[in-house]
């Protein structure tokens, strides 16, 4: 059974730096495209950022650029989403997702995660 599991949320003051892991089992992510979404309470996942199979194409979201990056590794199977300067409209959910193509919508991803919070405060 594939199973994706995200680590590294928390708390963090407003300005500072958090990285996401998101580790696979049964699962080589070398043969998916991963992302990375959050969610809001009470409101739908939104895209975050993707990475394709080679890690050469990197897809972030447009008002996340600049604070937020993707990058995985190989030899841990593994994908992290770093980001910087956070405010505290970054306080959400976070998922790990894998699909076929690096791309910014639900429904092209067939596993995810449960998710790590992230809560930035002021």
């Known amino acids: 059974q594939v199973y994706l599991a995200e680590s590294g949320g928390g708390m963090v003051q407003a300005g500072g730096s958090l990285t996401l892991s998101c580790a696979a089992s049964e699962l080589q992510t070398t043969e998916w495209a991963m992302a990375w979404f959050r969610r809001y309470p009470g409101r739908e996942r939104e895209f975050v950022a993707a990475?394709?199979?080679?890690?050469?194409?990197?897809v972030v979201a447009h008002s996340l650029q600049g604070r937020f990056t993707i990058s995985r590794d190989f030899a841990k199977n593994a994908v992290y989403l770093h980001m910087n300067n956070l405010q505290s409209e970054d306080t959400a959910v976070y998922y790990c997702?894998?699909?076929?193509?690096?791309?910014?919508?639900?429904?092209?991803?067939?596993?995810w995660g449960q998710g790590t919070p992230v809560t930035v405060s002021p």
């Open positions: 990475i394709s199979k080679s890690a050469i194409t990197k």
């Open positions: 997702a894998a699909g076929q193509s690096p791309l910014m919508f639900v429904t092209n991803y067939e596993f």
